[in-house]
Nanobody, 123 residues
Framework: QVHLVESGGGLVQAGGSLKLSCAAS????????MGWFRQAPGKEREFVAA????????DYADSVKGRFTISRDNAKNTVYLQMNSLQPEDTAVYYC????????????????WGQGTQVTVSS
């Protein structure tokens, strides 16, 4: 079992930045691919970014490429999502998730989920 806790969400103006963190506990963090997803009201949960177990490979949704950066610190059991140039359409609850194999973009491919952190971007 992997327990995930997100933090760092909040209210920010358009064009601003936020950095989300996701702290993991339980099994060996470096054994897991980590992903970030988001869900806006009335919409399905969507892929944002993912990072491989060692951090050498990443993947991003087209909507966030060039603005968001995923990273991880395996010594601290933490994955991060640096979000720059935020726009109102980035408003959502952001979730981190873990899976034991390769990078994937489908929510159903992930085995463990955090409780989410709200990000609100005002125009």
């Amino acid at each position: 079992q992997v327990h995930l806790v997100e933090s760092g969400g909040g209210l920010v103006q358009a064009g601003g930045s936020l950095k989300l963190s996701c702290a993991a506990s339980g099994r060996t963090f470096s054994n897991y691919v980590m992903g970030w997803f988001r869900q806006a009201p009335g919409k399905e949960r969507e892929f944002v970014a993912a990072i491989s177990r060692g951090g050498g490979s990443t993947d991003y949704a087209d909507s966030v490429k060039g603005r968001f950066t995923i990273s991880r610190d395996n010594a601290k059991n933490t994955v991060y999502l640096q979000m720059n140039s935020l726009q109102p359409e980035d408003t959502a609850v952001y979730y981190c998730a873990a899976r034991g194999r390769s990078i994937a973009t489908m929510p159903a491919s992930y085995d463990y989920w955090g409780q989410g952190t709200q990000v609100t971007v005002s125009s």
